[in-house]
């Protein structure tokens, strides 16, 4: 299936929380949205293998997903490596995304720096006839997407755009609350351990920076990304919009 965007995360759960409000923005706009994790996120302190599974069905049918896929590489082991890498190129030359996303290369978990790392080489390395992958038995053509842009996990960026995603906030929110077992619910009486993510303030924290990054766009809420190559303006429809 071919795509219009292909996001790329370490973890269910990773997509939804930095950029689930874009991905409802684009899906509700008619385009094609896949998100491919990396890991089942076996590690986690919190659910298992089966319900984070469910859970991400579950997410991506609240964001209209056109494909959610897993890599099914180990959690707590995303370094670079060439297996990984031609994993990754087989993808993104099976679903031949114009637009992919990728963690920022700088974060507090490990896996997603190295996820950053992956796509990053993968973005470049597929578009090389010479590398070869296949889709079973058959070769499978080059093929470059032509942007690749970074979201905001948990450390800071200096954003080079910022979504309004003001409209699509509650589905964002909807999303990211499908994985109960993840992130703080006053109305469960779960007895498991008390993680960075499922602390009471963390939903509240999600809400503030997506108010933050809406304020400085002048909207109610907003997601900052981040591209190493510079983006054109129409600078007269952006003037229209105004």
């Known amino acids: 299936m071919n795509l219009d965007v292909l996001v790329f995360a370490a973890h269910p759960d990773d997509a939804e929380l930095s950029m689930g409000g874009t991905i409802a923005k684009l899906t509700n706009a008619g385009l094609k949205v896949g998100i491919i994790d990396f890991t089942r996120g076996e590690l986690g302190t919190r659910g298992t293998i089966e319900t984070r599974f469910e859970e991400a069905q579950k997410a991506s049918e609240i964001l209209k997903l056109a494909l959610r896929d897993n890599l099914e590489l180990p959690d707590g082991k995303i370094k670079f490596n060439q297996e990984y890498l031609l994993k990754i190129i087989n993808k993104i030359r099976k679903h031949r995304p114009s637009i992919i996303f990728a963690p920022y290369k700088n974060d507090r978990h490990p896996d997603h720096i190295g996820s950053s790392q992956l796509v990053k080489e993968a973005m470049f390395f597929t578009g090389l006839p010479k590398i070869e992958t296949f889709e079973g038995d058959e070769l499978q053509e080059a093929y470059r997407p032509k942007r690749l842009f970074y979201y905001m996990q948990t450390y800071d960026f200096t954003p080079t755009f910022i979504v309004d995603i003001s409209d699509t906030f509650k589905t964002k929110m909807e999303s990211v609350k499908a994985y109960a077992t993840q992130f ?34 002048g909207k109610e809420f907003g997601e900052p990304f981040y591209s190493e190559e510079d983006i054109e303006l129409d600078i007269i429809n952006y003037l229209k919009e105004l």
């Open 184 to 217: 703080h619910n006053p109305n469960s009486n779960s007895d498991e351990p008390e993680t960075f993510i499922s602390q009471p303030g963390f939903v509240k924290y999600l809400e503030t920076r997506a108010g933050l990054y809406g304020f400085k766009i």
